[in-house]
């Protein structure tokens, strides 16, 4: 079976400076990973690697989405193929209402799916229930896009944007950070409902503690653009003891 | 390749291609002889049927316009025009004559039905949507088709509670004394040289009369369509809210592609006396020209309104996409006490459309007030300025005005400039001046994209986010149209 996520041998740059160094991962459908790694390690540039963001370029290597080669779609396709990026830190547009937005994005995909659209009554139905797991406030739905929202509050929505749209691929850049422990709880029971044997999740974090509450099958660590150890989830809770330094030389 | 790039290809392809409107009707036309003279006027004032002192007028404004020059001070440039090459007159043949709406030339009713204009009384407007079960929002309509008006809607309802809206020509004729009373008295003859030749050569427009007390009981419109070849089109609109009275005025324009320029110099006059209120608004579509800059109207028109009474209120909110060149300044005179002006645009210029357009309020009563509030999107090789005046005279004490003027870039290759003139004759007076000049985010682009959405939508659904504190003050019945205007003037045509 082909795996869902497979990046083989992958180097990439930003602005003529090389970030990944021969990059190997295989996400399987059903499975959730974990990538762990010090600052600069280039975690992010990883998620935005997948996801075509502009600047960032592939220079070696291979990154497919269930088979089809991420380097031939652009942004848009690779999100209707079913790609979602958590960003680490979420953007604003301002003036565009949440369910404006909400609803030219989910239509959007399924149009270029080939799928019908969604009505505004059944959107708005979707919402609210997804809202309520999130325990999301439907007035801050009607407010722009991110704008004046706290960081806890913009990874809330980033959650509910991912719930919503149903991805096969979720990447999730440090969604952890900046929320406080009940919303962590509230977020990852979220995360944790989009567990299926057909989905993927990359959980990109720094901390043992939101594994606690999204168990992953493996755990890799990252250093120096390149992923240095994999083991499963108790790998987490040695980090948490030892730190990266072992693995910063190692990678040097 | 960066985002922001690819939509700037995009939008270079834009113009001819995107522009819906482009078609000519093929019918035939009865024209002044071409160029410009007094025998000209004469003939435009004889086939309007038009009282003595009208030709006079017009005739004096001609012999000012004979020593006036044009006006360069604009950040825009195109080659001299040849005034006497123009037609200044051209009306459809079928149109002679007054006539009921069955009686309207087919030809005349496809080209509005093409246009998604209804000249038919049960019919609504095009792209105008109502929730289920709400009512159908009914607004009268003006169809201006070159220098004549072919039908008008809804005159025999609005004429109930006493509101006069039809063409300016036949108001010349039917309600000489309340046109004479007001024509001219807020944009005089001498005004400028454009105002000036409208004047002496102006065609059709829209008359409207509100009387005292009332408020209008539906949107009036008035849609104008250039079609003929080598015509200009000199329209001009005067409206007055008495004492007390509302209304709510939209207008729309069009015209077909032509590889040669079309001038279009319009004046429009509004007047509200004590506590009455006008609120117009435009959605301007002229064709912009196509991309390499051939063709496209020149638009330079005169709107100025004249608060006259006390606490009256007159507020002008334009929606800018089309045109090759923009001149435009909807002003308000706030000379009544406590009367308020407001400006509210959105100028869209892409291709090699240039804009040079504000506003003026120029207060003169006690405790006027005023807002400005400009959004500015240049896409392609255009360029866009916004160009403000916001002016105290002595007396008027405690006058405030709040002007924000944004720009929005898209691309390297567009330009964008602010220029505020800012005078206060009275020490009393506090004007607030906001400006922000930005470019498109690649990141928001990004963001938007990684979400599923085409670069073109991601563009289309910023831009209306950048635009949408304006959006919100037009007519409802018109928003949603405004809305997917803005999205087909920044579109490219992606295969
Ligand atoms: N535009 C850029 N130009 C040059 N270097 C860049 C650019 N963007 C990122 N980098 C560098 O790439 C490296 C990897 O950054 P990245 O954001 O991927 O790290 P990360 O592992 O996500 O770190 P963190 O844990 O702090 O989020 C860093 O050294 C960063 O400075
Ligand atoms: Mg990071």
Redesign the interface.
Known sequence: MTALLEIRDLKAEIAGKQILNGYDLTVKAGEVHAIMGPNGSGKSTLSYVLSGRPGYKITEGQALLAGADLSQMSVDERAAAGLFLAFQYPLEVPGVATMTFLRAALNAQRKKRGEEEMSSPDLIKRVKELAKILDMDMEMLRRPVNVGFSGGEKKRAETLQMMLLEPKLCILDETDSGLDIDALKVVSNGVNQLRSKDRGIVVITHYQRLLDYITPDVVHVQSAGRIVRTGGKELALELEETGYARYQSEAA | ???VQETVEQVRRVGADQYKYGFITDIESDLAPKGLSEEVIRFISAKKDEPEWMLEWRLEAYRRWLTMTEPKWARVDYPAIDYQDLYYYAAPKSTAGPKSLDEVDPELLRTYEKLGIPLHEREILAGVERPEGEERPRVAVDAVFDSVSVATTFKEELKKVGVIFCPISEALREHPELVRKYLGTVVPTSDNYFATLNSAVFSDGSFVYIPPGVRCPMELSTYFRINEKNTGQFERTLIIADKGSYVSYLEGCTAPKRDENQLHAAVVELVTLDDAEIKYSTVQNWYPGDENGRGGIYNFVTKRGDCRGANSKISWTQVETGSAITWKYPSCVLRGDNSRGEFYSIAISNGRQQVDSGTKMIHLGKGTTSRIISKGISAGRSSNAYRGLVSAHRKAEGARNFTNCDSLLIGDACSAHTIPYIEAKNPSCVFEHEATTSKI????L??????????E??TA??V??????VLQQLPMEFAVEAQKLISVSLEGSVG
């Not at chain 2, 985010?441 to 928001?444: Q, Y």
């Not at chain 2, 990004?446 to 670069?455: A, H, N, P, T, W």
């Open positions: 390749m960066a985002a985010s690649e990141d928001v990004f963001y938007c994209m990684q979400r599923g959405l085409s670069q939508d991601a659904l910023v209306n986010g950048f635009v949408r504190d």
